[in-house]
């Protein structure tokens, strides 16, 4: 099999981001590359469900990590002799749990883990190399969504052409590099930082500037000035959620840069397909971590004693500040939603 992650960035190899293999799954650290190429290695499940909430990995990194964590549940419970379908249940629950925001996508993904453990020990084979081939599975359907989403969207991108990005989504930062390198298109990144945990210029900026592009970082506070001076065309950002109501969960600071386009004329493309259990944005969970993260930057204080952090990790983007959805069956409005589902796409998960 020819794999959907060919011709990608170091970090976005599947072996590179979670793979489980005799029974541990080893996870790339996400909060110190690419200063330093690190895994955490965990050998029980619980650990992987601590690491995806202690932001080892994150963006779409979590959808790879967590089924690898049901490889490692079904290696347990095989060591165990017990009951594989009731301790792999359980294991699902309590690693699908272990970012709010984001649960749903994620259950989604732990819970189609278990009925492929019970045909492989029905078969005779073992259930966690089982779960690994499915998870691999599920990842090369899912770039190749994203490939398609890729080109939809370097469609968009004129050759040339200047796109500010937010944070880090991941696989689509690689597919859209890869099928603009393969146009042959010249195109300048200016990618926001994105504190605390600064995944733009570390991840975004890393991978963009591995695949050849021009690429520039700017403090999260430079957006507006950029825009306006330096002839942004396009504003792209990834999605942790595309509720059916039109509105897109994301990267806390994807707000304000909608914003700041809609008032200098720049379009707006969130990438990703909607999300069918997510019928209104009112029901999306908005997680909260430690407000500590934001008094300091990569481990160095940055602000006094007795002064307080607030750190929403996400926030929700209206509709009317969106151009256009860019889903794997082509750019849909954010009040149509429904038509993605009609013209057969099947949704993030």
């Not at 489980?20 to 790339?28: A, C, H, N, Q, S």
Request: net charge negative; hydrophobic share 35%.
């Amino acid at each position: 099999m020819e794999r959907e992650d060919r011709n990608l960035a170091f970090m976005l190899r599947y072996e590179n981001i979670a793979w489980y293999e005799d029974g541990k799954v080893r996870i790339l650290d996400r909060r110190i590359y690419p200063k330093e190429v690190s895994f955490v290695t965990c050998t029980r499940h619980e650990e992987v469900r601590d690491a995806v909430r202690d932001m080892v990995t994150q963006s779409a990194g979590p959808y790879t990590a967590v089924g690898m964590a049901m490889a490692l549940a079904a290696k347990e419970a095989m060591d165990r002799g017990g009951n594989m379908e009731e301790y792999l249940k359980k294991a699902s629950l309590l690693i699908s749990s272990a970012r709010p925001t984001t649960r749903k996508r994620m259950a989604a993904i732990t819970d189609s883990c278990i009925p492929v453990a019970l045909e492989a020990l029905k078969n005779g084979e073992r259930a966690d190399y089982a779960i690994r081939r499915h998870i691999v599975e599920l990842n090369d359907r899912r770039y190749g969504k994203i490939r398609r989403i890729s080109e939809y969207l370097a469609d968009r991108i004129p050759d040339g052409g200047t796109v500010m990005t937010q944070c880090f989504g991941e696989t689509i930062v690689g597919m859209m590099a890869d099928t603009l390198r393969k146009e042959g298109k010249r195109v300048k990144f200016f990618c926001p930082e994105t504190r605390p945990y600064f995944q733009g210029s570390r991840l975004t900026a890393t991978v963009l500037s591995e695949m050849g592009f021009d690429t520039t970082v700017i403090t999260d506070n430079m957006p507006a000035f950029v825009m306006e001076k330096e002839g942004v065309d396009l504003f792209t950002a990834a999605s942790d959620a595309i509720t059916m109501d039109g509105y897109v969960i994301n990267k806390v600071g994807t707000l304000q840069i909608s914003i700041v386009a809609s008032r200098y004329g720049v379009p707006v493309y969130i990438t990703g397909d909607p999300d069918r259990f997510h019928k209104d944005h009112r029901d999306v969970e908005i997680e909260f971590r430690n407000p500590q993260l934001c008094l300091s930057a990569m481990g160095v204080k940055t602000a006094g004693e007795g002064v307080k952090g607030y750190y929403p990790a996400f926030d929700i983007t209206p509709p009317d500040l969106i151009t256009g959805i860019v889903t794997d069956k082509g750019i849909y409005s954010p009040f149509n939603l429904d038509s993605y589902f009609l013209d057969g796409g099947e949704g993030e998960y």
